[in-house]
T-cell receptor
Framework: EPEVTQTPSHQVTQMGQEVILRCVPI?????FYWYRQILGQKVEFLVS????????KSEIFDDQFSVERPDGSNFTLKIRSTKLEDSAMYFC???????????FGDGTRLSIL | LAKTTQPISMDSYEGQEVNITCSHN???????ITWYQQFPSQGPRFIIQ???TKVTNEVASLFIPADRKSSTLSLPRVSLSDTAVYYC????????????FGTGTRLLVSP
């Protein structure tokens, strides 16, 4: 069964640095998502992306964050000037259309020191 | 702030039926309700999705009342491997539609 893959599995970054989290969605999917899960808390929606533009974003997704689909396969989340509170698991998801269930990757654990 | 609430935890024994309810008062009109299972250090895994009334698949049933302000995931005859956190996911009306995960229910299945 096709999978959403995320790299790296664990990223350690100094506070203030920029980090890019990478995702390869399922190949025929058109809708892409990023979520965040702080340790011990629920999953929180960050942003959705369709047709090469952001379709929705939450209040968490401020100017510090950006997303990009640089080629036909990757979907990236960039976090500029990282803060300690950005430490979390970041999940990517994709779906074939907006009504179908999302398929999630196994996440990138981001640790900000 | 749009909220979806679930019981924090539930305990069950192998072979029992488990029902987990999610309250989503401000759900958007035209979108599906989806339930996911999450194991430690893994991403959420799809269980079931519905819009209204009842949906059943090979692993679960989903009950949605007419007003859609809540939904109940039913797991028949749970096993030890069903120990996980269960989340509902809905679109909420918050001035702009937004995807909101429920607060999550930690299910512990004992022998």
């Amino acid at each position: 069964e096709p999978e959403v893959t995320q790299t790296p599995s664990h990223q350690v970054t100094q506070m203030g640095q920029e980090v890019i989290l990478r995702c390869v969605p399922i190949s025929n999917h058109l809708y892409f998502y990023w979520y965040r899960q702080i340790l011990g808390q629920k999953v929180e929606f960050l942003v959705s992306f369709y047709n090469n533009e952001i379709s929705e974003k939450s209040e968490i997704f401020d100017d510090q964050f950006s997303v990009e689909r640089p080629d036909g396969s990757n979907f990236t989340l960039k976090i500029r000037s990282t803060k300690l509170e950005d430490s979390a698991m970041y999940f990517c998801a994709s779906t074939e259309d907006g009504d179908q269930p999302q398929h999630f990757g196994d996440g990138t654990r981001l640790s900000i020191l | 702030l749009a909220k979806t609430t679930q019981p924090i935890s539930m305990d069950s024994y192998e072979g029992q039926e488990v029902n987990i309810t999610c309250s989503h008062n401000n759900i958007a009109t035209n979108d599906y309700i989806t339930w996911y299972q999450q194991f430690p250090s893994q991403g959420p895994r799809f269980i079931i999705q519905g819009y209204k009334t009842k949906v059943t698949n090979e692993v679960a049933s989903l009950f949605i009342p007419a007003d859609r302000k809540s939904s109940t995931l039913s797991l028949p005859r749970v096993s030890l491997s069903d120990t996980a956190v269960y989340y509902c996911l809905v679109y909420m009306n918050t001035g702009f539609q937004k995807l909101v995960f429920g607060t999550g229910t930690r299910l512990l299945v004992s022998p």
